[in-house]
């Protein structure tokens, strides 16, 4: 009997290539898209799963409160690791952490940037490390040791083994390998190349490890098992306070690894909010709406062409076929049409599972044996096949043989309302992804034409290495040469990630129970005209900071906080002790979050030994060709030291990396939700004038010219779009309404962007529908009539 379902199913699929076709690829583009966003959407979810202890993992915070705001940062003291360890119950491990930072490494010929940080020694027990080579016990028991990753110690010396091996960094100094470390996986939080001790980078920096004032550095923690969190917390809350006997500015609170990469975000008073646990569930849904649309595109053609099989059902009654055997075989033929989109989809995930990880980012791997997928694939067959099976399987199955094979019209209004309504739903999903689209598009393209305060076209970076700093003045002498470069200037960090503050600026007139929180920023006398900041009032700092040394340059929003009027050059403030002259107010820029007005922030003059050399080139000049000499003029003064840039372009369109990939995900679904739409359009277009070809022909006899008849076929599915349309809107305003509202710079929902998407959403459809029309109406009506 099985045999006989396969011979008939497939006999049906040859009898009508066209449809089948139809049916079988859009489906398979359904499952296809939706596969690739339950991979990202896996990858996700699974972040730092691998690690053994991830339910005793946690990252230290510190909880600060400044003019009536909360603010959490992830920046600790110095001492705080080691004491907390050393004296509060449940806590196993502690390490501090500096930030993440490249070194040169050089061994032989081979010179090239690796990014790691330096780390106490339990960082290695907390995560778990899996030693190749060395071992946990003999690792990191110098000062000069370093631990590398497999990578890393391939990239330096090939395949061979490297324990005891020695490697010099930034030209300078030497350091033992002591250990190689498997890999971490792509979606783990923490990623480096190399770990060198903490003790090490206390001996070469220039202090602050030992204040509980200075928050600087990251504090990874692991409790154990038996601890529980609320009670560490409690008590970690106020340790530091008690550790200086008095009020601190920040209280510490332990924030666990399962949070890490999916929340991780929290609003100005210090609660915790969602960060990208929003976009795996946007994702998630988006995921299911292409499948939904594909789903439904497959229903409709089924059900639609199964109405033409109405006598094959009567003769096989007629035969003694029971209405179970007949369930069983449009069943089973529907799921074989699902079992081959499926198989189908398989080839186009591997097709473009590449492109599509470079569009998000990642390397995601497919994995089709995985328990999971496999349970994913075969639940869409077999919903799919099942409900768009059961129309013709149990409605076709009770027709009344003998009236069937006699030619007596059975009633299929309910089964065409319910295709114009699946259809009604499909166009209404693609139209919302569509606006949607292009409402994210105009958000991110509103703050990018955001008056910034500053130009970050035309502006090269690069970071301090080795002895530039040494030569800066006759590197920016040879840059201004070149002809390419109009100014170069100094700065501790990029401009647009300002991620140094102090609370302890005050000055006459200031709240003194108020701690405002200012940014700060070192810099030379040419930073500001590189960056095209405009001063508004006093003036800028002197070359080569001549006299300037206890002056500071700040932007309007705390020129306000000192004075009114924001004419604040001429007056002091107290940085702790210290006083500092205001020299100059530069007009307010946006930095950090582009979407929040622009903060309080300070200049104070370069006296750092690490930072950036911001270079702005001139218009209309051969930036390739300038770049090269860039790069030239910093190799032969800073030699041994590969010249390494960014644009600062690069980095502003950083910030909108997630809404970016929002933008490109949901594009790409949207035209394809279109496309799918479109397929089962075309089919269901087809199938209409296929069964109205008399009427068509009676009507051309009567003398109905082309255009009505194309007019007249058209009119059914400009409806269908139409209430698509008043579904849609109200939809999609209430979706982009709430989106928006989580940013405090945004643009405006605009009547056309609607209006736009439903008339390129008609206009397609019509394109789609005309074809067939136009061909039905064409049909010599002699030849649809001559069997009457």
Same mark, same amino acid.
């Given at each position: 009997?099985?045999?006989?379902?396969?011979?008939?199913?497939?006999?049906?699929?040859?009898?009508?290539?066209?449809?089948?076709?139809?049916?079988?690829?859009?489906?398979?583009?359904?499952?296809?898209?939706?596969?690739?966003?339950?991979?990202?959407?896996?990858?996700?979810?699974?972040?730092?799963?691998?690690?053994?202890?991830?339910?005793?993992? =946690?990252?230290?915070?510190?909880?600060?409160?400044?003019?009536?705001?909360?603010?959490?940062?992830?920046?600790?003291?110095?001492?705080?690791?080691?004491?907390?360890?050393?004296?509060?119950?449940?806590?196993?491990?502690?390490?501090?952490?500096?930030?993440?930072?490249?070194?040169?490494?050089?061994?032989?010929?081979?010179?090239?940037?690796?990014?790691?940080?330096?780390?106490?020694?339990?960082?290695?027990?907390?995560?778990?490390?899996?030693?190749?080579?060395?071992?946990?016990?003999?690792?990191?028991?110098?000062?000069?040791?370093?631990?590398?990753?497999?990578?890393?110690?391939?990239?330096?010396?090939?395949?061979?083994?490297?324990?005891?091996?020695?490697?010099?960094?930034?030209?300078?100094?030497?350091?033992?390998?002591?250990?190689?470390?498997?890999?971490?996986?792509? &979606?783990?939080?923490?990623?480096?190349?190399?770990?060198?001790?903490?003790?090490?980078?206390?001996?070469? $920096?220039?202090?602050?490890?030992?204040?509980?004032?200075?928050?600087?550095?990251? #504090?990874?923690?692991?409790?154990?098992?038996?601890?529980?969190?609320?009670?560490?917390?409690?008590?970690? =809350?106020?340790?530091?306070?008690?550790?200086?006997?008095?009020?601190?500015?920040?209280?510490?609170?332990?924030?666990?690894?399962?949070?890490?990469?999916?929340?991780? $975000?929290?609003?100005?008073?210090?609660?915790?909010?969602?960060?990208?646990?929003? =976009?795996?569930?946007?994702?998630?849904?988006?995921?299911?709406?292409?499948?939904?649309?594909?789903?439904?595109?497959?229903?409709?053609?089924?059900?639609?062409?199964? !109405?033409?099989?109405?006598?094959?059902?009567?003769?096989?009654?007629?035969?003694?076929?029971?209405?179970?055997?007949?369930?069983?075989?449009?069943?089973?033929?529907?799921?074989?049409?699902?079992?081959?989109?499926?198989?189908?989809?398989?080839?186009?995930?591997?097709?473009?599972?590449?492109?599509?990880?470079?569009?998000?980012?990642? !390397?995601?791997?497919?994995?089709?044996?995985?328990?999971?997928?496999?349970?994913?694939?075969?639940?869409?067959?077999?919903?799919?096949?099942?409900?768009?099976? @059961? =129309?013709?399987?149990?409605?076709?199955?009770?027709?009344?043989?003998?009236?069937?094979?006699?030619?007596?019209?059975?009633? #299929?209004?309910?089964?065409?309302?319910?295709?114009?309504?699946?259809?009604?739903?499909?166009?209404?999903? @693609?139209?919302?992804?569509?606006?949607?689209?292009?409402?994210?598009?105009?958000?991110?393209?509103?703050?990018?034409?955001?008056?910034?305060?500053?130009?970050?076209?035309?502006?090269?970076?690069?970071?301090?290495?080795?002895?530039?700093?040494?030569?800066?003045?006759?590197?920016?002498?040879?840059?201004?040469?070149?002809?390419?470069?109009?100014?170069?200037?100094? @700065?501790?960090?990029?401009?647009? &990630? +300002?991620?140094?503050?102090?609370?302890?600026? &005050?000055?006459?007139?200031?709240?003194?129970?108020?701690?405002?929180?200012?940014?700060?920023?070192?810099?030379?006398? /040419?930073?500001?005209?590189?960056?095209?900041?405009?001063?508004?009032?006093?003036?800028?700092?002197?070359?080569?900071?001549?006299? /300037?040394?206890?002056?500071?340059?700040?932007?309007?929003?705390?020129?306000?906080?000192?004075?009114?009027?924001?004419?604040?050059?001429?007056? #002091?403030?107290?940085?702790?002790?210290?006083?500092?002259?205001? +020299?100059?107010?530069?007009?307010?820029?946006?930095?950090?979050?582009?979407?929040?007005?622009?903060?309080?922030?300070?200049?104070?003059?370069?006296?750092?030994?690490?930072?950036?050399?911001?270079?702005?080139?001139?218009?209309?000049?051969?930036?390739?060709?300038?770049?090269?000499?860039?790069?030239? +003029?910093?190799?032969?003064?800073?030699?041994?030291?590969?010249?390494?840039? /960014?644009?600062?372009?690069?980095?502003?369109?950083?910030?909108?990396?997630?809404?970016?990939?929002?933008?490109?995900?949901?594009?790409?679904?949207?035209?394809?939700?279109?496309?799918?739409?479109?397929?089962?359009?075309?089919?269901?277009?087809?199938?209409?004038?296929?069964?109205?070809?008399?009427?068509?022909?009676?009507?051309?006899?009567?003398?109905? @010219?082309?255009?009505?008849?194309?007019?007249?076929?058209?009119?059914?599915?400009?409806?269908?779009?139409?209430?698509?349309?008043?579904?849609?809107?109200?939809?999609?305003?209430?979706?982009?309404?709430?989106?928006?509202?989580?940013?405090?710079?945004?643009?405006?929902?605009?009547?056309?962007?609607?209006?736009?998407?439903?008339?390129?959403?008609?206009?397609?459809?019509?394109?789609?529908?005309? $074809?067939?029309?136009?061909?039905?109406?064409?049909?010599?009506?002699?030849?649809?009539?001559?069997? !009457?």
């Amino acid at each position: 009997m099985i045999k006989n379902y396969l011979k008939t199913t497939f006999r049906n699929l040859w009898k009508t290539k066209g449809y089948s076709f139809l049916n079988i690829f859009g489906l398979a583009i359904g499952i296809s898209c939706a596969s690739l966003i339950f991979l990202w959407v896996e990858d996700e979810v699974s972040y730092d799963s691998h690690f053994p202890n991830k339910e005793h993992i =946690y990252l230290s915070k510190s909880r600060q409160t400044h003019d009536g705001g909360t603010y959490v940062f992830e920046a600790n003291p110095g001492p705080l690791a080691p004491a907390i360890k050393a004296e509060l119950p449940g806590v196993k491990y502690a390490a501090r952490v500096n930030w993440p930072m490249p070194l040169l490494f050089n061994q032989g010929d081979n010179n090239l940037y690796q990014t790691g940080f330096y780390a106490d020694p339990d960082f290695m027990d907390i995560f778990s490390l899996e030693f190749v080579e060395g071992s946990r016990a003999s690792a990191m028991q110098n000062i000069d040791d370093i631990v590398l990753t497999q990578t890393a110690a391939n990239r330096l010396f090939g395949e061979e083994p490297v324990i005891g091996k020695h490697v010099r960094i930034n030209n300078e100094e030497s350091y033992t390998i002591a250990g190689v470390v498997k890999d971490l996986p792509k &979606n783990s939080s923490v990623q480096f190349d190399w770990i060198i001790p903490f003790e090490k980078f206390e001996r070469i $920096s220039e202090g602050g490890f030992d204040s509980w004032g200075n928050n600087s550095f990251l #504090t990874y923690v692991q409790l154990e098992p038996s601890a529980k969190l609320a009670d560490v917390n409690k008590n970690l =809350y106020d340790f530091a306070e008690h550790k200086v006997g008095g009020d601190l500015f920040y209280k510490n609170f332990l924030y666990p690894m399962a949070r890490w990469r999916l929340y991780n $975000s929290f609003d100005r008073d210090g609660n915790e909010q969602e960060g990208r646990i929003k =976009y795996v569930r946007l994702f998630s849904i988006i995921a299911w709406v292409v499948l939904l649309i594909a789903c439904i595109n497959f229903m409709n053609l089924v059900t639609a062409r199964s !109405e033409k099989r109405a006598k094959e059902v009567g003769m096989r009654k007629v035969a003694g076929a029971t209405k179970t055997s007949l369930i069983s075989q449009f069943l089973g033929e529907s799921i074989i049409l699902a079992s081959l989109s499926a198989l189908l989809s398989i080839g186009l995930i591997y097709l473009f599972i590449r492109p599509f990880n470079n569009m998000v980012d990642k !390397e995601l791997a497919i994995g089709i044996v995985e328990p999971l997928h496999i349970t994913f694939l075969a639940g869409i067959v077999l919903v799919c096949g099942l409900v768009s099976g @059961s =129309y013709p399987a149990f409605y076709l199955s009770s027709f009344n043989p003998i009236a069937t094979l006699k030619g007596a019209k059975q009633k #299929t209004g309910a089964a065409s309302t319910v295709r114009r309504g699946l259809v009604v739903l499909q166009y209404a999903a @693609s139209i919302t992804l569509i606006s949607c689209t292009t409402i994210i598009f105009q958000q991110i393209q509103h703050v990018k034409g955001r008056d910034m305060g500053f130009e970050h076209s035309q502006v090269l970076t690069t970071p301090l290495r080795g002895k530039m700093l040494d030569h800066i003045d006759v590197i920016k002498e040879q840059l201004l040469a070149t002809g390419g470069v109009e100014t170069a200037g100094l @700065s501790n960090m990029s401009v647009l &990630n +300002i991620g140094a503050n102090t609370w302890g600026i &005050n000055w006459e007139g200031k709240d003194p129970n108020k701690q405002i929180l200012i940014g700060v920023m070192h810099t030379d006398a /040419d930073f500001i005209p590189t960056m095209g900041m405009q001063l508004v009032d006093g003036r800028n700092f002197r070359p080569h900071m001549l006299g /300037d040394s206890s002056s500071i340059v700040i932007n309007e929003a705390f020129a306000k906080l000192i004075q009114p009027d924001g004419q604040a050059a001429g007056q #002091t403030v107290r940085w702790g002790e210290e006083p500092y002259t205001v +020299i100059g107010v530069v007009k307010d820029f946006v930095y950090n979050n582009v979407y929040t007005p622009a903060e309080p922030v300070l200049f104070y003059p370069f006296a750092t030994k690490w930072g950036v050399l911001n270079i702005k080139t001139k218009a209309g000049i051969d930036l390739s060709k300038t770049v090269a000499q860039v790069g030239d +003029i910093l190799k032969a003064n800073n030699p041994g030291y590969p010249f390494e840039y /960014d644009f600062l372009d690069n980095v502003f369109n950083e910030k909108f990396k997630s809404e970016m990939l929002i933008q490109r995900l949901a594009g790409v679904f949207a035209v394809l939700s279109i496309i799918i739409s479109c397929l089962g359009l075309f089919g269901l277009a087809a199938f209409t004038a296929e069964r109205r070809t008399k009427e068509m022909g009676i009507r051309k006899v009567l003398g109905a @010219s082309v255009s009505s008849l194309v007019g007249l076929l058209n009119r059914e599915f400009v409806v269908l779009v139409l209430v698509s349309c008043a579904l849609a809107f109200p939809l999609a305003w209430w979706i982009m309404s709430d989106w928006l509202g989580n940013y405090q710079y945004h643009t405006d929902l605009h009547w056309w962007v609607f209006a736009l998407a439903g008339g390129g959403a008609l206009v397609i459809a019509l394109l789609t529908v005309s $074809s067939q029309a136009i061909k039905a109406a064409l049909t010599n009506p002699t030849k649809s009539l001559r069997d !009457e």
